[in-house]
């Protein structure tokens, strides 16, 4: 490792940028190595100062100091983690590789403290009788817990044995992250003719030659595995052989036999986490892991799970017929069946017959500037913020726009930055993370404002062209715009109970329940505006659009639902040695349950990063239908008070599910605003999954 002085690493000196920003054009890959191992160090000192201490433990000498602990690592691990999913490159993946193992030591090293335990226990123990506050109360049950469950109260060999296999999980979470991003940067389909391009519509074949050129290869076309390409390529491309190309490649993600393969990869970590399980005394990791969810239990989860399964298989039938009565009408050979690479695009010619919805009459209407002001507008409406441009504040990549966040008032709500564009060095899919969270309990007792990013992954219209969405990609950037105004609107003490840092089948109900007002037709009159005339959107369409929400919904929830199932199943085995082959186990699984499989699942156990690149959403990918049970139960409550923008039910969701990250029980945060606890015939509803007076 080169030697960088303090005085030359930007990481590692004051961030004197407004708002307390890192300088982005100063930092170099490099720089992250030895300002991670000096953070290190500083946040040691930290804790040991708080052990060292000789008063007997008590709130304020040992959980305030802790949760204030630790600063400059975590401001220097956001930008180093959000750099390495956002806008990576080799020197940046091999620094995460190198500090995979280094910085899971350092977090085994505080929760195996036993000093620091000792001194959190006894503070513990004597809770009730320290006249805590609900929030104090919240933090030290939240932080006793995070320690208990990090093997704080492992003895002896488990105690070693525990922290290697943490930081083994560490570098092959990493690996397994990085062999994705590979396949995905690496793969593309050349259009080279007209005849490549039959069906395509002019936005798919703008996203096309634009990406063509992220790439280096400007006058052409590309498909790639990015979701916003891939999709409307699946969608409308005529040609059924290149439709099969392009959905072998993007389902094969990481089961390519060599140095990017993820499938020894994927069973090393169902291996350590089931052993993982079993040191805490749990049979597997499910039950280790939903220990500590909303929904607490396996049983919980599946209940759940066999209300919407059988009723989606149902929904998936009755639209298959419908696919193949469109195919037949088409002249299409009986004979040839309905395989995955067919199923997108038969639905779309059955949309378009029933609804007269074709994605290239709405996307005019969705340019990407107007969706993100309306994103914007509607947080104004329900929560009187503020988003004004900042085009001075430092970002990491042209792609970027910063934004400072006001209230009404005009006071500072935090920073907001978005990132919506696809490209080489970003990973799949759609996130939202922090620089910074909210809290009061900064250096010296000082406020942090909030830093919020959210990541997205729309096709960039070609130079001189808008950007223009799907319906299903507004939905996204309203979906992790709601992640993010969790993390804007936090009003906690603590950093640890700040923003999005709840329990895991919470944290989805913010983000989704936001979703809901990009459908509102008061939201698209005021902003589907046609990119050329801007003209707004017609009634009649905003018609067709409502009418058709729940068209192919049995597609989606079978696809969902599977991968959900296929989670659990495979965390829930308590047998040491993880299945043989996980594509094999995969297929037997879903074949036994009766899925179809044309219709396929969201995400195979072999790119699943939800479960692979972290443990966040491992045995938890059931959380987004369980919180769909809290968003379409939560926004009836603005139905029954007769408008999307009641001012009363806005205040209660602000200040019961936004604000209040991780200080309340997310049961009785739910309860707070709704007034009761939630129903799961609303989702059932929004799914279309119910029969004609099915009681539920």
Known sequence: MTTIPHA???????????????????????????????????????????????????????LVPFDRSGRALGRIASVFYNLTASHTNPALQAVQRAMAGPLAAHDNAIYLDAGLFARIEAVHEQRA??????EQLRLLERVHLDFVRAGARLQGEARGRYASVMEQLAALTTRFAQNVLHDESSWHLMLADESDMAGLPGFVRAAARQAAEDRGLAGQAVITLSRSLIVPFLTFSERRDLREQAWRAWTSRGEHAG?????????DILRLRGEQARLHGHASYADYALADTMAGTRTNVQQLLDQVWPRALAAVQRERAALREAMDAAGVDPAQAIEAWDWRYWAEKVRQDRYAIDDAEIKPYFPLPAMVQAAFDCAGR????????????????????????????????????QDNFARPSKRSGAWMSSLRWQSRNGVG??????????????????????TLLSADD?????????????????????????????????????????????????????????WQTGEPIPDELI???????RFNQGYETVRYTGSAIVDMAV???????????????????????????????????????????????????????????LDADGYDAFVEAGSPFDPGVAAALRQHIYAAGNSVEPGAAYAAFRGRGPSVRPLLEKRGLLEAGEPV
């Open 8 to 62: 030359d690493n930007p990481l590692l000196q004051p961030w004197t940028s407004a708002f307390g920003l890192p300088d982005f054009a100063a930092i170099r890959p490099e720089h992250f190595e030895p300002a991670f191992r000096a953070a290190m160090d500083v946040h040691r000192q930290e804790l040991a100062a708080i052990v060292a201490d000789p008063a007997a433990p008590d709130f304020d000498n040992t």
């Open 445 to 466: 007792g000082a406020a942090e404002l909030p830093v919020i990013l959210n990541n997205n992954n729309f096709a960039k219209g070609s130079p001189g062209e808008p």
């Open 571 to 629: 965390h829930a085995r308590t047998e040491a040695e993880p299945p043989a082959d996980l594509c094999a186990f995969e297929a037997e699984l879903l074949a036994s349950l009766g899925h179809p499989p044309p219709v396929g699942i969201n995400h195979r156990l072999v790119h699943f990063q939800h479960l692979f690149s972290g443990s966040g959403y491992a045995a938890g990918y059931y959380v987004y239908l369980w919180a769909e049970v």
């Open 543 to 549: 018609e067709r659009l409502q009418a058709a929400r």
């Open 382 to 417: 329900l929560f009187g913020l503020q988003f004004v441009e900042r085009a001075d504040l430092p970002v990491y990549h042209p792609d970027v726009k910063a934004y400072e966040v006001r209230n009404a008032d005009g006071s500072a709500v935090g920073v907001f930055l």
């Open 474 to 530: 507004a939905r996204t950037l309203f979906h992790e715009f709601g992640h993010g105004l969790h993390g804007l609107l936090s009003n906690v003490h603590f950093e640890r109970l700040s923003g999005t840092q709840v329990l895991r089948d919470f944290v989805e109900l913010p983000s989704q329940i936001f979703e809901h007002w990009i459908t509102e037709p008061e939201v698209l009159k005021r902003h589907a505006r046609h």
């Open 129 to 134: 009788a320290l006249g805590l506050t609900p």
């Open 259 to 267: 140095e990017h393969d993820n499938r020894e990869a994927a069973r």
